[in-house]
């Protein structure tokens, strides 16, 4: 499904700038602060964790706080120009694009599998398997946008 991006891979890998990403921008990490700003937490050492993300490209961070919080493309953009004037560095568009299905699939396996650990609590479980749901939508949605424009 992602074979239109095979002439773009080594020309992407050329562009991506490893730094110690995030990589967990689940809604749950942010808090609203008392003037309106949002404040990332638990920040540090994500890069570092057991789910083979790794050091990314802060695209990578900017595709997980899109799907997150559910960003507009508007408000993905304005996201993209304050990480361009804060690092001088403008978030590449094609590799936003390339991430978002990744990011989204390894979103759609976690949850997948955190399903089979939590077994013995079926609440949890349901919630886990809704949100495999979701993703595996999101990520339906956008293979199949991808596809049309590829």
Known sequence: MLDWWAPALDRLERRVRRIETDNRPHAWEWLL???????????LDHHAGHDLVGCQDVAWDIVGVTVELGLSRMERDRLCATVDAETGRAPDPELLAFLTPCYLALQMGDRGLATEIVAAYPAERERLRAAAGWYLRQLRCELLAGARAG
């Open 33 to 43: 602060t008392r003037d309106g700003r949002l404040l990332k937490t638990d920040a």
